[in-house]
């Protein structure tokens, strides 16, 4: 089959989405597919792929985000689609590229992925100072609404995983099938920990091998909530030490750079982009901290877990989805004292059964092999029925 996803989350300075649809791509090619890429760039130009290309079309900058553009323009898109003559077709972007693809008049079925909760993302985290979360919901039900409108032109709606399936069938938003993510397994595991490392990372955090070593991974972004992990590490070191180390970066590092210059043992790194490095890092770590409850999948969470590395994450979302409770903590989520208790009560554990139990989950997280195939499998269905069902 060849696939064509217009996707405008796509950027070749992205972070979570770019590195997805690069490994979904040769994963394809692998098993005789190709996938074709049509994204928002700053002039129009192909990058061609052994897998396939990623077709960069000549869009406005995102206003908050330069590193993302937005598609506004339908002709050049349904143009590219005509030309390329697609098997399928993807969208995610629930604003312009919906109606876009939605819209073409191509034969070809068409899907709608969905990879994020804008309400969970943005709303929620808004006015939660001033409204409880059944009352936010209530108030953003024209949203769910909205996305109604467009996904009756698809002939198939999938969601990353069973947390935000759940969640938007939950508001009445049509979902037809969860297809979980998956990571490069093989390129994480246990057999990485680093003894020397950890004590290393400790140094850098001002503290001894005897220390316990929390991670934190992801965007500088308000949705991550680092704020509150910060706060939950200054109360759980109240009784223990505790280093934490945070990579990432975004639009929020002054602010969380000011946090933590307040907090003793907090170190920040920028975004690690060597995978080795990372990999060795996860697996030499004592447990990953994460405080996302709108996480609609955690990639991040599942990349720790194949490293053997304990979870501690909010009771809502997709960590919690597959935190497995031998080697993890869930806590209340947007609740810093209850993180900080869960911080506690992992560190409490017999590290050595704990271990164990983290080597164990290791091997069942899914790869993003199994992704794919069950994906394509699904598409290759789409496809045989030869009549689009939303048409």
Avoid at 64 to 76: K, M
Wanted: net charge positive.
């Amino acid at each position: 089959m060849h696939i064509v996803d217009v996707n405008e989350f796509y950027s070749p300075t992205g972070g979570g989405v770019r590195t997805y649809v690069d490994r979904k791509m040769t994963l394809m090619a692998e098993m005789g597919h190709q996938l074709t890429v049509i994204a928002p760039g700053r002039r129009d130009w192909i990058d061609d792929r052994p897998g396939g290309q990623v077709i960069y079309v000549k869009a406005p900058g995102m206003p908050f985000d330069r590193n993302y553009g937005l598609f506004w323009d339908a002709a050049p898109i349904h143009a590219l689609l005509d030309r390329l003559a697609p098997d399928l077709v993807e969208a995610s972007s629930p604003w312009r590229p919906a109606w876009i693809v939605g819209k073409w008049r191509g034969s070809a079925p068409r899907v709608f992925f969905m990879h994020n909760d804008n309400v969970a993302a943005y709303p929620m985290r808004w006015f939660e100072p001033f409204a409880d979360a059944e009352r936010i919901e209530r108030a953003f039900a024209w949203y769910s609404r909205y996305m109604n409108r467009f996904l009756g032109l698809y002939d198939a709606v999938l969601t990353n995983g069973p947390a935000l399936q759940k969640r938007l069938s939950a508001r009445g938003v049509r979902i037809d099938a969860a297809m979980p993510l998956g990571i490069e397994r093989a390129h994480f595991t246990p057999a990485l920990r680093d003894e020397g490392l950890r004590a290393s990372l400790l140094v850098e955090c001002g503290l001894g091998p005897e220390a316990r070593l929390l991670l934190g991974i992801g965007r500088f972004h308000p949705e991550k909530r680092w704020p509150l992990v910060i706060e939950a590490v200054r109360a759980a070191s109240r009784t223990r030490p505790i280093g934490l180390m945070l990579v990432g970066d975004g639009i929020e590092r002054r602010r969380i750079e000011r946090l933590a210059a307040g907090v003793p043992h907090i170190r920040l790194h920028r975004p690690l982009y060597d995978r080795n490095r990372l990999a060795a890092i996860m697996a030499s770590s004592d447990a990953l901290i994460h405080a996302s409850e709108a996480e609609p999948f955690g990639l991040v969470a599942s990349e720790a877990m194949a490293s053997g590395l304990p979870l501690i994450v909010p009771d809502t979302g997709g960590c919690a989805e597959i935190a497995d409770p031998r080697c993890a903590e869930l806590y209340r989520a947007r609740d810093a004292g209850a993180a900080a208790a869960a911080i506690g009560r992992l560190f409490d554990r017999d590290p050595a059964l704990l271990r164990r139990a983290a080597t164990v989950a290791a091997m069942r997280v899914r790869t993003d092999d199994e992704h794919v195939r069950e994906l394509m499998t699904y598409y290759e269905g789409l496809v045989a029925r030869g009549v689009r069902a939303a048409a």
